[in-house]
């Protein structure tokens, strides 16, 4: 198991020390994420004018939202991605029957020829015992 990495970042302007498995640099990516959401809403004056507890309800809201709009995208590829398998799988099943019928029909094509084969010599044999 992986140990803890904890990490000194900076949000919002303040310096918090956030923990987890992940690398430090993916800490980093998560806390980076979170200010670049806060600087977007702090651009837009609706946002700057409620208080402290609704402007942060107004933050976890969007990142539910993005949490679920990703989530949401990763089921539809994942879906996607179950069909593509069955495809590829019934391909596949398909490909070894075609190649187990063309192998067969090479048989009976081969033993075809070789049966003409013979039905010529037994025609030319037949051919030359006339002519006596």
């Known amino acids: 198991m992986s140990s803890k990495n904890y990490i000194d970042v900076i949000i919002d302007g303040k310096i918090y020390n956030i923990g987890g498995f992940e690398s430090e640099a993916y800490l980093q990516k998560v806390a980076s994420y979170i200010n670049n959401m806060i600087m977007e809403f702090k651009q837009n004056d609706s946002y ?18 993005d949490y679920f709009k990703a989530k949401k995208q990763a089921d539809l590829l994942e879906s996607d991605l179950e069909i593509k398998e ?10 070894i029957i075609s190649d187990a019928k063309a192998e067969t029909t090479k048989k009976e094509l081969e033993e075809a020829v070789e049966k003409i084969k013979a ?14």
Request: proline residues 0%.
């Open 86 to 95: 069955k495809e590829v799988y019934d391909l596949k099943h398909e490909l």
């Open 48 to 65: 700057r004018m409620q208080k402290m507890d609704m402007q942060r309800i107004l933050l976890e809201i969007n990142i539910a939202n």
């Open 119 to 132: 039905l010529e010599k037994e025609v030319v044999k037949l051919q030359a015992k006339i002519k006596k």
